[in-house]
């Protein structure tokens, strides 16, 4: 089993990665049973597809229905009813089990259930395993926009068993993948390096890639935000990366499946590139071979998207976020940095060629 602390002094956690750590749970679980019960809040497709591998546990079940739509307003009032008609203390933990939705829902309700109950995390997304679960971010929609409501909420453990992953669908897959490729591409060329021999064989279900992608993306995750905890500094943006252009090309997309997020994360970040090097800050081969793998494993495909829309969606987020909108560039594989001085005329001129 590979463990990752997670510094942050008296909030601080470990993340345990292992193939077959599921089957473990009771071992595992125990601490965070009250009266010998477990209260889990699960996304409710991960829970049809893996519940059964807690399957020994006594479990009070709160079940959600799958989708974005459920970090609503309606479902957090839902969920915290539940857990408040359960009982729950505030000295309880609350266990999400499902992707980074229920992870952030869950999150959330955990932060203000009697003002702050435990929490643990059982992510069986790749996002989520990569991502979502490590760091304490939580969050619903609003009608204004996506993650405008939440809290700052570290969970007490995240549990992490890789082998979950095998009945994710392959394009929900693929889309976390995107985000794995991201922490090579801000910090870790050795490990972007890796990804371009080892992509294919972790999305073809290699549990030893996928054990050892999802701990250097936490072992990663894990430095940015012992550094930064709430965000305050620059370097935590980095985790942004293909995320501005990403951003508006979901919201363009509706934020449906027609584009989910991974998917406009791998065109966001190839278009960084492409932007990087067209400004002369990263070698032309650079972008070509961030390309290329993408590529290669389905993600990044060129979409008809137009770059007046874009524009308007990204001015839409430099207000919403007073009226900065710092672009992640990069310097090459490995060396992403933010760049507050981009003029929108330079990106608005970069996104009709690169669109065409
Ligand atoms: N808190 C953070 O730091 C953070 C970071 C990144 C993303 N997020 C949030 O995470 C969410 C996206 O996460 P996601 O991509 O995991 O989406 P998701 O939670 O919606 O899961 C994607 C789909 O996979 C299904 N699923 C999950 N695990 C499964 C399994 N093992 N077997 C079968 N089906 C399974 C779900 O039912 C769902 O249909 C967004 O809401 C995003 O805002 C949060
Ligand atoms: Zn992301």
Redesign the pocket.
């Known amino acids: 089993m590979s463990r990752v602390d997670i510094a942050l002094g008296a909030r601080s956690y470990t993340v345990s990665i292992e193939s077959g750590l599921l089957d473990r749970a009771e071992t595992l679980l125990a601490p965070f049973a009250r009266g010998g019960r477990l209260v889990v809040v699960a996304?409710?497709?991960?829970w049809a597809?893996?519940g059964h591998r807690l399957g020994g546990l006594e479990i009070a079940l709160i079940r959600v229905p799958?989708?974005?739509a459920s970090?609503s307003w309606a479902e957090l009032a839902r969920i915290v009813e539940a857990l408040l008609a359960l009982g729950v203390e505030r000295g309880d933990t609350i266990i999400s089990f499902?992707?980074?939705?229920?992870?952030?829902l869950t999150?959330f309700a955990a932060a203000i259930l009697k003002r702050g109950c435990g929490l643990v995390h059982i992510?069986?997304?790749l996002?989520?395993q990569v991502?979502?679960s490590v760091?304490g971010?939580?969050?619903i929609n609003a009608a204004a926009g996506?993650?405008l409501v939440g809290a700052f909420h570290q969970p007490k453990a995240v549990l992490i068993d890789p082998t979950?992953?095998d009945?994710?669908?392959p394009r929900?897959l693929r889309?976390?993948y995107a985000?794995v490729v991201k922490y090579g591409l801000i910090g870790d060329p050795a490990f972007f390096a890796w990804c371009e021999e080892n992509g294919g064989a972790l999305l073809a279900g290699n549990a030893a890639a996928r054990a050892h992608a999802i701990e250097t993306c936490v072992r990663a995750k894990a430095r940015i935000v012992a550094a930064d905890e709430r965000e305050t500094k620059r370097e935590r943006a980095l985790l942004n990366f293909g995320h501005t252009f990403g951003h508006a090309l979901e919201a363009e997309a509706g934020f449906s499946d027609a584009l989910?997020?991974?998917e406009a994360v791998a065109l966001g970040m190839a278009l960084a590139f492409r932007f990087s090097a067209e400004r002369g800050l990263c070698p032309v081969q650079d972008a070509g071979r961030v390309e290329a793998h993408l590529r290669s494993v389905g993600l990044a495909e060129p979409r008809p998207f137009a770059a007046e829309a874009l524009m308007a969606r990204m001015e839409k987020d430099k207000k919403s976020s007073g009226g900065r909108l710092p672009f992640i560039l990069t310097r090459g594989i490995g060396k992403a940095f933010i760049d507050r001085e981009v003029a929108p005329g330079d990106v608005e001129a970069f996104l009709r060629r690169a669109l065409g």
Do not use: F, R, V, Y
């Not at 996304?43 to 991960?46: C, F, L, N």
């Open positions: 996304d409710e497709q991960a597809a893996q799958a989708g974005e970090k499902g992707g980074g939705m229920i992870g952030d999150g992510p069986t997304s996002l989520a991502d979502a760091g971010k939580t969050a996506k993650n979950t992953l009945t994710l669908a929900q889309s976390g985000e989910l997020h991974g």
